[in-house]
């Protein structure tokens, strides 16, 4: 097993758990601990504190130990730029994925003074899928990372700035029309007009387990933690769409044996993906499946998957080395409750336009509501919304901007 962050820390620290999710919001792979069920850890831990059991303690494999860091010192160890250079923009694209970059490039090449500000990886969705076939272009497929990485080359081709981690908590517009976005941090700044993309999470299972166990046997990429269980007896995936199929297909490099669990009757799946599962010697599919509860090792891993057949009432238990959830999306809305006009599944309502109900607020992409979830489309709305943008400045006279 290659040589990860380890995070030791216990279920009920409020600090472990904030520790726990960054790192799985900045995709970044790490071994999650528990010391109230591994002595060895709390030694370690007490070891590294003076006697001390002061928690999270996490190690990295450079030797680095941080002991109880805030997001901005774990964002400075992992060389992800939190802060902007200056306070003022003409743009402000909220959201990294390939509908805010595709916009900033855009924005950017007009001569519109952009910053995108992300508080995950770069790259979106897209850059923690295995590989993606139905993008223009790419006739052989392209691996997600791969093609993330090409759009933020793209856009710092033509000057875009970048902040990684960057966690909004708040969009206002100003007396003066101007918008301020206001980070966790305590920073804000002021644009003229702003692009929230902030894209979609993937959803978690909400069963008992589930939360005390991300990082140690529980997963939401299986690029990122796939080579993590290289010669793995078994790996569990949940969630019979395409991603979860493509998913379990790719996670069959590692594990000798990869069960696909699906809650509904029938696997949603494309057809092409369900013919590559059903002929793959080392897939096997468990459709009305529902997941009960997580168990844990006393080491504070996972240690089985009680379920249950949705037709005969049966309740059993496997035991893989992890499992790796692919169950749909959510919107990443939270923090607009209250100020932006939402559907009732939470995405952003927008006009013709793609303005939300803020003037001077934009919203393209998997976030806004009526959008079709689909990665070429979120390339081209981020395009479209800023030739929205562009008419709007234009309008409002902040700026004189022509496509060259």
């Given at each position: 097993m290659q040589e990860q962050i380890r995070l030791l820390g216990a279920n009920w620290c409020p600090d472990c758990k904030r520790a726990k999710k960054f790192l799985v919001d900045q995709n970044i792979p790490f071994a999650y601990i528990d010391i109230e069920s591994d002595p060895q850890a709390k030694v370690l831990?007490?070891?590294h504190n003076d006697g001390k059991t002061i928690i999270p303690t996490i190690f990295f494999p450079d030797g680095d130990i941080l002991v109880e860091p805030s997001n901005a010192e774990l964002a400075k160890k992992l060389d992800l730029t939190v802060i902007a250079s200056k306070k003022s923009y003409d743009l402000i694209v909220v959201g990294g994925g390939p509908a805010g970059l595709a916009a900033a490039l855009y924005g950017a090449r007009e001569g519109i003074d952009t910053l995108v500000m992300d508080r995950s990886g770069l790259g979106?969705?897209?850059g923690v899928t295995e590989k993606i076939d139905n993008y223009p272009g790419f006739p052989d497929g392209i691996k997600g990372a791969d093609l993330a990485e090409k759009f933020v080359?793209?856009?710092k081709r033509y000057g875009v700035e970048l902040?990684?981690?960057a966690f909004v908590v708040a969009i206002?517009?100003?007396?003066?029309?101007t918008i301020s976005v206001k980070t966790e941090d305590g920073n804000s700044y002021i644009a003229q007009a702003v692009v929230i993309a902030?894209?979609?999470s993937y959803r978690r299972l909400g069963v008992e387990g589930e939360d005390d166990l991300i990082g140690a046997g529980v997963h939401f990429c299986a690029t990122c933690d796939g080579p993590f269980y290289k010669g793995a007896e078994e790996l569990v995936v949940v969630g019979g769409g395409n991603s979860g199929l493509e998913e379990g297909l790719f996670l069959t490099n590692f594990a000798k044996k990869v069960t696909i669990l699906e809650f509904q009757e029938k696997l949603a799946a494309s057809k092409l993906l369900q013919d590559k599962v059903n002929s793959s010697p080392d897939v096997e599919v468990h459709t009305n499946t529902e997941i009960l509860e997580l168990k844990k090792t006393e080491g504070g891993r996972l240690a089985a998957i009680s379920t249950k057949d949705r037709t005969s009432g049966e309740v059993k238990e496997i035991t893989p080395e992890a499992m790796f959830v692919f169950i749909g999306l959510d919107p990443n809305t939270e923090i607009f409750k209250g100020s932006l006009d939402l559907d009732q599944r939470g995405f952003i309502k927008t006009t013709d336009t793609l303005m939300t109900s803020i003037p001077g607020v934009f919203a393209a992409g998997d976030?806004?509501?009526?959008?079709?979830?689909?990665?070429?489309s979120a390339a081209g709305e981020g395009t479209a919304v800023l030739l929205m943008v562009r008419s709007y400045l234009e309008k409002k006279g902040e700026r004189a901007v022509h496509i060259g």
């Open positions: 831990v007490e070891e979106g969705q897209a080359e793209h856009a902040l990684e981690a206002e517009q100003e007396p003066d029309g902030t894209g979609s976030v806004r509501s009526g959008s079709t979830k689909q990665l070429a």
